[in-house]
């Protein structure tokens, strides 16, 4: 027997122990398993079933090939021990990743397994780094870095870090690492390498395509789209830190209503509840919540809660779910895996009995009074040191798996709806991962700060998210932490950061508003403070007309944003989306990472620079650019330095498309 030996349509290689599978995944598309002294387990942590296509595979001693519509993968076995090297390419024979080799006398390994107590290894991935190559997407982290060539991303999520393992080449191809453990990637100059901290094969999923667009809807075929977005996701969402009672919410609300201000959704946030864990509203501060959420429904408004996986020692269902086997578990020590306002521990989502168990809690106690959406908050989940390798799931340890919690958060509440009857579901939610999407996921970026230069990150951050299969995303408009209602700088801020809001795929105000009310409640306990007032009203005179403005230009854009919707639910195309995703032989728009479009036809380019007035913006070549306020009509491939004072920002009209928005903006 030789090296090499096709099996249904893939291609394996055995050598010293270690056995290498390549299986057609999808048109233009290969999965690439690998392992050491086992059989290649069949699950997918993430991947659906593939659609059927046809390989064409050719065998000889040393090498093989075989090949997928579009991609071809090349495999060389080197003299120097036997080491296995394999090459993808493109129809046009172009090199678009390839393994490092083994360096003769180095001994180096593509794929190298280091093993670990119990059976599981530490793995590295290696491959050959293209100088020229650009890299976009791999989740949201918080930097004001578009292109990723260079960066060191460790594989991991914390509190507005999400880590999605996929990427887009400018080479050409699509990469995701289907693996879930805690790890690492380096895009160095001179090799890329992916680290697993422990996993039990290799695994990773490649596909090949002659524009974004074509590889964006690939790997949506691979893992899944959203499903369409609710009508009330189109319009304007009311949110702050927090509405403490029943009485304030529907006082704003009513407010909201008599001003005439359209909103869709009003956000009721943390500690409503009496303790993490308990899922119900507070009597004290709540006590007719079926008549509240009523009310909200006659004004026109969903009601959205706030939920968190955290379940205080003191909750009415902590003894039940410990007994149970609901929570996740550390590994040595007292069990203790977030302390606010008292010792909390968190329920397994990747437990399927336990997303039973919240679900009976939360339908009896929210969806039963009439509530369609939830805020599933803390989604990493936020361990208070991320020491990932001292906790385990049901779904097994977090070192190796761990990745999978905010998926499974959002498919528990998603299933859960479901059952009941609800069609149209969106949740917001702090973090994602792989397939999140078919959950009905939309992520915001987390506890960010009120500054431009976190700001200009966001445009980044949602940019990355789009092409990594998370169309649904948004921001905490004006930032989280920091922003002080009164000050005259913030309000500048929040305006600016309002309206690229608009053009977001989710608009939503939220924040952490200083200065804050201390709450204490009837038995003299310190309970979370709510903050300053956080309405389109409260940040002054100037500021009230113009995000009243932009409110209404959402309005006007409903019809649009929801083909974008469609566009993302049936293809997986992004909302929000990088210039040359509708641009890709324009050079220029691989590297511009303060603007984007917001769908095909609307170029959006914020100001986010303090204090800023005017912005250059360049207008990418294949299109006349008409501007949405005056109306100015501009040639594409070239950069024009765009007036834009504080009732305005730089947005132009693909070849005058949504002409309606013509002095609107």
């Known amino acids: 027997m030789g090296f090499f030996e096709e099996t ?27 392992t050491i002294l086992s059989d290649i387990e069949e699950g997918r942590v993430a991947l659906l079933p593939p659609v059927k296509t046809e390989t064409c595979i050719h065998i000889e001693d040393m090498h093989a090939t075989i090949q997928n519509g579009k991609i071809e993968a090349k495999l060389q076995v080197q003299p120097w021990g036997n080491a296995l090297q394999i090459t993808f390419l493109n129809q046009r024979g172009e090199v678009l990743l390839q393994e490092i080799p083994n360096g003769g006398a180095l001994c180096l390994k593509a794929r190298h ?32 870095t578009f292109n990723l060539k260079g960066c060191n991303l460790e594989l991991a999520h914390r509190n507005s870090q999400a880590s999605i393992p996929f990427y887009i080449s400018s080479l050409g191809y699509g990469f995701l690492w289907h693996n879930a453990a805690i790890g690492e990637v380096h895009f160095g100059s001179n090799t890329t390498q992916w680290i697993a901290e422990s996993t039990k094969q290799l695994d990773y999923w490649i596909t090949a395509g002659d524009t974004p667009a074509e590889i964006e809807e690939a790997y949506a075929a691979a893992t899944g789209t959203v499903p369409m977005m609710p009508e009330y996701g189109l319009g304007f969402w009311q949110c702050k830190l927090r509405y403490f009672n029943q009485e304030q919410v529907l006082q704003v609300a009513r407010e909201y209503k008599k001003r005439n201000i359209p909103v869709d959704v009003f956000v009721i946030d943390y500690y409503h509840w009496p303790r993490c864990g308990d899922w119900r509203f ?76 919240v679900w009976k809690k939360c339908k009896q106690n929210y969806a039963d009074l009439g509530i369609n959406t939830f805020w599933l908050d803390e989604a990493e989940p936020e361990f208070t040191t991320y020491d990932f390798d001292n906790y385990r799931y049901y779904a097994g340890s977090v070192a190796e798996i761990g990745n999978i919690y905010p998926r499974e958060y959002a ?114 306990e310190v309970r979370e403070w709510t903050g300053a007032d956080n309405e389109v009203w409260s940040f002054g005179e100037e500021a009230y ?65 303090e204090h800023m007035t005017s912005r250059k913006v360049y207008l990418p070549k294949g299109a006349y650019w008409i501007h949405g306020g005056s109306g100015e009509r501009y040639e594409g491939g070239k950069s024009y330095e765009i007036e834009a004072p504080i009732d305005t920002l730089p947005v132009f009209l693909r070849d005058g498309k949504q002409e309606y928005l013509i002095g609107e903006i």
């Open 113 to 144: 397994f280091k093993a670990l107590p119990g059976g599981s290894f530490r793995l590295k991935a290696s491959f050959n780094s293209n100088p020229e190559e650009k890299i976009y997407g791999m989740g949201q982290y918080q930097q004001e």
């Open 411 to 524: 498919r528990l509440f998603y299933e859960g709806q479901r059952s009941n009857g609800q069609k149209d579901i969106v949740n917001l939610i702090r973090c994602a991962w792989v397939g999140s999407q078919r959950y009905g996921a939309l992520v915001w970026s987390g506890d960010i700060m009120s500054t431009y230069e976190d700001f200009r990150k966001q445009i980044c951050a949602g940019i990355h998210m789009g092409l990594c299969g998370i169309p649904w995303w948004t921001t905490d408009i004006g930032g989280f932490h920091g922003g002080v209602t009164a000050d005259a700088d913030f309000r500048e801020l929040l305006v600016r950061w309002f309206q690229f809001g608009t053009f977001c795929p989710v608009m939503r105000l939220h924040g952490c508003r200083q200065p804050g009310e201390t709450i204490i409640n009837k038995a003299g």
């Open 282 to 357: 507070d009597e004290e501060y709540f006590p007719n919540p079926k008549a509240m959420v009523d009310e909200l429904h006659e004004l026109g408004m969903e009601t959205m809660v706030s939920i968190w996986p955290q379940v205080d020692w003191r909750s009415e269902n902590y003894e039940e779910m410990k007994q149970q086997g609901l929570l996740v578990k550390i590994n040595s020590g007292i069990d203790v895996q977030m302390i606010f306002h008292g010792n909390n521990v968190f329920m397994d989502a990747t437990n399927p009995r336990t997303r039973q168990y």
């Open 8 to 34: 249904n349509g893939g291609l394996i290689f055995r050598e010293n122990g270690e056995t290498l599978l390549i299986t057609p995944w999808g048109e233009n598309s290969f999965r690439v398993r690998s």
């Open 545 to 609: 007309p113009i995000l009243v403005k932009f409110i209404q230009i959402r309005e006007k854009m409903r019809g649009y944003t929801r083909g974008l919707m469609e566009e993302a639910h049936q293809k997986g195309s992004p909302v929000m989306r990088a210039l040359f995703y509708e641009f890709p032989e324009d050079k220029e728009c691989w590297d511009i990472k303060d603007a984007y479009m917001f769908g095909p036809d609307i170029l959006v380019a914020p100001i986010c620079h």
